[in-house]
Nanobody
Framework: QVQLVESGGGLVQAGGSLRLSCAAS????????MGWFRQVPGKEREFVAG???????????YYADSVKGRFTVSRDNAKNTLYLQMNSLKPEDTAVYYC??????????????????WGQGTQVTVSS
């Protein structure tokens, strides 16, 4: 069983920055592929970014086109923590942000159904 707890959400003006954190339980965090998703009411959960645990291919972080160049996903395996640095925020980034863990994969899935564990979510609101 893996428990995920997000933090760092809040209210920010357009153009501002936030950093989300996701603390994970489990002794094998470094082996999990981790992802960030977001959801607004009435819409499906949307992939934002993800990062593999261990990569033999060099680049191990992937982003949705809508956030590429503005958001950065990273992880600290020693602290069992996943991060999402969000810069140049836009009102359309407003959503509940979730972190998720995917087991047994060496790539980053962009479908929510491919993730096995989820956090409770943290609200991000970007005002115009």
């Amino acid at each position: 069983q893996v428990q995920l707890v997000e933090s760092g959400g809040g209210l920010v003006q357009a153009g501002g920055s936030l950093r989300l954190s996701c603390a994970a339980s489990g002794r094998t965090f470094s082996s999990y592929t981790m992802g960030w998703f977001r959801q607004v009411p009435g819409k499906e959960r949307e992939f934002v970014a993800g990062i593999v645990g261990i990569s033999w291919r060099g680049s191990n972080a992937y982003y949705a086109d809508s956030v590429k160049g503005r958001f950065t996903v990273s992880r600290d395996n020693a602290k069992n923590t996943l991060y999402l640095q969000m810069n140049s925020l836009k009102p359309e980034d407003t959503a509940v942000y979730y972190c998720a863990a995917s087991m047994g994969r060496d790539y980053v899935p962009d479908k929510a159904v491919m993730y096995d564990y989820w956090g409770q979510g943290t609200q991000v609101t970007v005002s115009s």
